[in-house]
Structure formats: structure tokens, C-alpha cells
């Protein structure tokens, strides 16, 4: 069955930068956009960005650009989303969650709805 | 501030009939297909509703979605305690050249 499964909690203090993994299985990952969202405690979902694994290219939400580093590595099916300079206010759970649509391939992630999601990652930020 | 605005809470009692709106404009649900996602606490986010009306399998049909203009709904019928959960509206927005979901609506099951 279609799978992602992501890395463990991570505890980091201000400033430094925090890497998470999400491991694909049950298809073939070149095949669908990865999107990244998070929640912080007590509030929503929030888009962070895309990753096609295909090209490498990405997008992300204009709050995290300059912060966000989205890759993937084909060989072994596993996308990254790594945020650097951390602030307290990004603790929060952070999902993985594959990109599908009608459309064969990865042709554009603006018609994607996300299916299934990671199981989330809590990073925490301490100062 | 959500670019989707969703009511932050919702109740009914088993077996009653519940809508959850989520409104934005014209730069997403007024020209893109709208997604509903439902969360508990805890675990993964689970997709219910894909482009406005379709259900993915598994999900009963007791879920529904509809969209009109630059609004649309959730309802859930027949609702079961197993219903309560936080439920998410979210859309491609064209202005900002990515997904934005709705704050988020509590639903309690009384």
C-alpha cells in the first residue's frame, strides 16, 4: 500500500538548522509532486511547499523562502525538508504528504490533492 | 488570519446532519477545485473530499462536498461519534501560487 513514513522527533535550539525525512513506498516517487505542511500547537494546517522529485524543482510559500530546502533522493524513494535559522515559533508538527491529481505524472501540483500523509514529525525549538 | 475562513467550531448529536462552510474568493475556490481534509489529534491528516464532491474509497457517503462560486461546504449525515475530529478546507490560490487551507473547524459530537 502507499506509504510515507518520516523520521523521529527532533529537539533543536534557535538558530540551527533541522532536517526531516519522509520515505516513500507503494509507488513510484517520480511520479507525484511532495508537499510539506506543519502545525504549530493549537493551530491549522499550513502549506510550507512542493517538491517534484522528477526534476528536483520546488516551490515554496513566500513566509519560507530563503529558510526551506526541499530535495529528494530517487535511489532510495525519500524526499527532505530541511529548515534552517529556527525560530521558537517554528515548533510544530511537520507532515510530509504525496501530491495526486487526474493528470499522469508531474505536470503541475495546482490541481493535487494530498494522498495519504505522513505519519509527522514534532520538531521542537528551545532557546 | 487564514486565507480560508472556516467557523473555528461545530456540534450536533448522533444521527443529525452537520455543514461545516469555507469561504474565499476568487483566486482559489472561485477557480479551483476545493479538498477537505479530516485530522485527529495525534495522527495523520486523512483525505475525505477531493475536487469539491468525490470521495476517495473508504470514505462513506455519509461525506459530502459541494461548492458554489467562491464558497464551499462539507456535510456530514447520519453523524457518529466516531465523526468528532478537526476538519480542513484547502485550495489552490492562483495570486499566491499555492496551497492554502482554511483555520480549521472543531467538531463535537454531543
Known amino acids: 500500500q502507499v506509504q510515507l513514513v518520516q523520521s523521529g522527533a527532533e529537539v533543536k535550539k534557535t538558530g540551527a538548522s533541522v532536517k526531516v525525512s519522509c520515505k516513500a513506498s507503494?509507488?513510484?516517487?517520480?511520479?507525484?509532486?511532495m508537499h510539506w505542511v506543519r502545525q504549530a500547537p493549537g493551530q491549522g494546517l499550513e502549506w510550507m511547499g512542493w517538491?517534484?522529485?522528477?526534476?528536483?524543482?520546488?516551490n515554496s510559500a513566500q513566509k519560507f523562502q530563503g529558510r526551506v530546502t526541499m530535495t529528494g533522493d530517487t535511489s532510495i524513494s525519500t524526499a527532505y525538508m530541511e529548515l534552517s535559522r529556527l525560530r521558537s515559533d517554528d515548533t510544530a508538527v511537520y507532515y510530509c504528504?504525496?501530491?495526486?491529481?487526474?493528470?499522469?505524472?508531474?505536470?503541475?501540483?495546482?490541481?493535487?490533492?494530498?494522498?495519504?500523509w505522513g505519519q509527522g514529525t514534532l520538531v521542537t525549538v528551545f532557546s | 488570519q487564514s486565507v480560508l475562513t472556516q467557523p473555528p467550531s461545530a456540534s450536533g448529536t448522533p444521527g443529525q446532519r452537520v455543514t461545516i462552510s469555507c469561504s474565499g474568493s476568487?483566486?482559489?475556490?472561485?477557480?479551483?477545485?476545493v479538498n477537505w481534509y479530516q485530522h485527529l489529534p495525534g495522527t495523520a491528516p486523512k483525505l475525505l473530499i477531493y475536487?469539491?464532491?468525490q470521495r476517495p474509497s473508504g470514505v462513506p457517503d455519509r461525506f459530502s462536498g459541494s461548492k458554489s462560486g467562491t464558497s464551499a461546504s462539507l456535510a456530514i449525515s447520519g453523524l457518529q461519534s466516531e465523526d468528532e475530529a478537526d476538519y480542513y478546507c484547502?485550495?489552490?490560490?492562483?495570486?499566491?501560487?499555492?496551497?492554502?487551507f482554511g483555520g480549521g473547524t472543531k467538531l463535537t459530537v454531543l
Open positions: 504528504a504525496r501530491g495526486v491529481s487526474l493528470l499522469r505524472g508531474v505536470t503541475t501540483p495546482k490541481y493535487n490533492w494530498f494522498d495519504p
Open positions: 507503494g509507488y513510484t516517487f517520480t511520479n507525484y509532486y
Open positions: 517538491m517534484n522529485p522528477d526534476s528536483g524543482g520546488t
Open positions: 476568487s483566486s482559489n475556490i472561485g477557480s479551483n477545485n
Open positions: 475536487r469539491n464532491n
Open positions: 484547502a485550495a489552490w490560490d492562483d495570486r499566491l501560487n499555492g496551497v492554502v
